[in-house]
């Protein structure tokens, strides 16, 4: 196992709950699972910020995981979040996983301050030294502004030789080159800012993990195929229309009601309540439409 598990595209998968939001639906992530793999998802990223991954108890997270990794069977790698600030939590959790048999773990960001690559480091090398499993890094919007990786820091994770890639929360372009020339193809970058998945590509991103490839991961994976196979054109057409898409998504009620509405045998509820307004569910309407324009009907 390797970097790779970062190329094409990796969805960040919400977590399906039953009715009543009270307990994880493990028959809605077998189905959600058996749609990502139909629509050539490459990998599932589970318990994520989409994913509800701070609403979730740890109990939850591992069954998370289970379900994910009994769904896909081996036919697509399933990483997953260790959404705690601390060493010990995220280590433990990441063993559990491993007795599930998650691909990787996918280790949020510390928040101790001062935030220097040092400081970061250490935790980084921490987590490393206790756990067997392949290690990715989340850098989480929230904390942006003083936890981020440097080229420095990438360099020494990669020469640690547990930490094969990372998902960008930052869009930014500059930084991304950096980290790539210095890792020598040995560390994968994920782009999450969907304004910036064809840019990203040309400047050397590995893949793509954007949260509204729940909602419509077949284009995304045409867009990554498009660009591997030097399809300038076509990639830039996807990206055009993703683009008009992600307004539509980001004023939409959401991707589990985009999922229900599409068919999928998964419930709305979500452990972050709020009233749903006309204008998101039009929003909503128009997306599903064009969704199931684009998948023939079905």
Request: glycine share 8%; net charge negative.
């Amino acid at each position: 196992m390797s970097f790779t598990l970062t190329h094409g595209s990796v969805p960040p998968m919400v977590t399906p709950m039953t009715e009543d939001a009270a307990s994880i639906d493990r028959d809605g992530i077998a189905a959600l699972v058996e749609w990502h793999i139909e629509a050539g998802t490459t990998g599932l990223f589970v318990v994520c910020s989409t994913g509800e991954m701070f609403a979730l108890n740890q109990d939850e997270m591992v069954e998370t995981v289970e379900s994910a990794v009994i769904s896909a069977d081996g036919r697509i790698p399933i990483i997953a979040g260790l959404p705690f600030p601390d060493v010990s939590r995220k280590a433990e959790i990441a063993k559990r996983y491993e007795t599930m048999g998650a691909d990787g773990g996918v280790a949020l960001q510390p928040f101790e301050n001062p935030a220097d690559d040092e400081t970061m480091y250490e935790h980084y090398a921490r987590l490393a030294d206790e756990v067997k499993i392949p290690l990715f890094i989340y850098e989480h919007p929230q904390w942006q502004s003083t936890h981020l990786l440097t080229p420095t820091l990438v360099d020494r994770l990669v020469a640690h030789g547990r930490y094969f890639g990372m998902k960008d929360c930052t869009g930014d372009l500059s930084r991304l080159v950096a980290m790539v020339d210095v890792s020598e193809g040995k560390f994968g970058v994920m782009q999450a800012v969907q304004e910036q998945l064809l840019p990203s590509l040309v400047c050397g991103a590995t893949g793509v993990c954007a949260t509204a490839s729940n909602a419509y991961p077949h284009l995304y994976r045409k867009l990554y195929d498009a660009f591997q196979a030097d399809d300038t054109q076509k990639a830039y057409e996807l990206q055009t229309t993703m683009r008009v898409l992600l307004d539509m998504y980001k004023a939409s009620s959401g991707p589990k009601h985009i999922l229900n509405r599409l068919g999928l045998p998964i419930n709305t509820a979500t452990r972050h309540k709020r009233k749903i307004t006309e204008e998101q569910t039009q929003a909503t309407n128009l997306l599903v439409a064009f969704v199931k324009a684009e998948l023939g009907g079905h």
